[in-house]
């Protein structure tokens, strides 16, 4: 079964952090490039950042520049997103999904063929 599967969301304070991890079953992320994306109530499901099949490459919203941090282990096959310095704006479902490229060529959600199941965030005081 090819999966992708979320974790570390939950409910933090404004300022504080959260590491999401992204871990595939059934299939290697090791060729494809990752993105995260996230959804807040009531909007469009948003692109927040991209990496590279390498790791070498990243790409970022605007809204989350200098905050955010997309890194990658293939080896055991899971990407990571460390968020700082969060805002309530900030709260959402993220997703990862793997792109059908090693490389980051945008957030158009029909570049990527797998999605995980989602982790809320919540920051709120």
């Known amino acids: 079964q090819l999966q992708l599967v979320e974790s570390g969301g939950g409910l933090v304070q404004p300022g504080g952090s959260l590491r999401l991890s992204c871990a595939a079953s059934?299939?290697?992320?090791?060729?494809?490039?990752i993105g995260w994306f996230r959804q807040a109530p009531g909007k469009e499901r948003e692109g927040v950042s991209c990496i590279s099949s390498s790791g070498g490459s990243t790409t970022y919203a605007d809204s989350v520049k200098g905050r955010f941090t997309s890194s990658r282990d293939n080896a055991k096959n899971t990407v990571y997103l460390q968020m700082n310095s969060l805002k309530p704006e900030d709260t959402a479902v993220y997703y990862c999904?793997?792109?059908?490229?090693?490389?980051?060529?945008?957030?158009?959600?029909?570049?990527?063929?797998?999605w995980g199941q989602g982790t809320q965030v919540t920051v709120s005081s």
């Open positions: 059934g299939f290697t992320l090791n060729y494809r490039s």
């Open positions: 999904a793997a792109s059908r490229t090693s490389y980051c060529s945008g957030y158009s959600i029909q570049g990527y063929d797998y």
